[in-house]
């Protein structure tokens, strides 16, 4: 797997303290009413601390009605390190963020070849308001610290197809399951696999007029996600072979 240049390592780490500095404010602040207060000081699970009994109940328990073992494992190590003061929880919302920032710049730059363009669009994603709430708010570090499990397993499976990483697949997985273990959304990783087959990876073939045979397939890969959705659709799920706008119409014009 090729190494980010020095260039791009400088430009990641400028991306980070640019990210820190923007939610450096909210270090000073206090639990949000919102949520905040049940889910951590109120919390029994939460306020003992990591022990392994409270470690076991955070995977055999659904806290609050919310199946999310590796929160719940996060909050317990900020009690273990900070207590129940808030600076502590949220100065690791803030860490969190600025981690996902300077690795999506680093993604986009290896996967459009372009720095400029990976700035932009890291920029456009870290500036963005909705960011304010996954890192103001202690609770959404449900939020930041699963998309830190996407945004590995992104990387892991594209260097897998790229960069013949060992083991890389496994590890797309791996995160995806880290991730859903913080928050459920992740369950649309295997949709983002089947995007990246198509870009950057480009291993799509979307030649339309081989039929099923020669329909839109997968290049170079025995376990990518587009093998998946293709026995998927095999199978019947899907009837058409192919869009039905790129069929010509048997009846002529309307």
């Not at 909050?75 to 981690?99: I, R």
């Not at 397993?153 to 590890?171: D, F, K, M, N, P």
């Not at 295997?190 to 198509?198: E, H, K, R, S, V």
């Amino acid at each position: 797997m090729k190494r980010p240049s020095v260039r791009i390592v400088a430009m990641a780490l400028a991306v980070m303290a640019l990210a820190a500095g923007l939610y450096a404010t909210t270090v000073g602040h206090g639990f949000i009413l919102l949520d905040d207060q049940q889910y951590i000081p109120t919390n029994p699970l939460v306020n003992q601390g990591l022990s392994w009994a409270t470690a076991r109940a955070a995977w055999v328990q659904s806290c609050e009605n919310y199946w999310a073992p590796l929160l719940w494992l996060s909050f317990m190590v900020d009690v273990e390190m900070f207590g129940l003061q808030p600076w502590g929880f949220h100065l690791v919302n803030v860490v969190l963020f600025a981690l996902n920032a300077g690795l999506l710049f680093v993604l986009f730059s290896r996967w459009t070849g372009r720095a400029g363009v990976a700035m932009a669009a890291t920029l456009l994603w870290m500036l963005h308001p909705t960011r304010v709430e996954s890192v103001a708010w202690v609770v959404e570090r449900k939020d930041v610290l699963s998309g830190l499990f996407l945004l590995l397993g992104l990387g892991a499976y594209v260097e897998t197809h790229r960069s013949q990483l060992r083991g890389g697949l496994w590890l797309a997985w791996l995160f995806m399951a880290l991730g859903g273990a913080t928050k459920q959304i992740l369950i649309v990783m295997p949709a983002l696999l089947m995007l990246l087959d198509i870009w950057p990876l480009q291993r799509t073939s979307w030649d339309l007029s081989g039929g099923m045979a020669g329909g839109w397939g997968w290049k170079n890969g025995r376990f990518g996600a587009w093998r998946l959705l293709w026995r998927w659709c095999r199978s019947g799920c899907i009837s058409r072979p192919r869009p039905c706008w790129s069929r010509p119409s048997l009846s002529g014009p309307e």
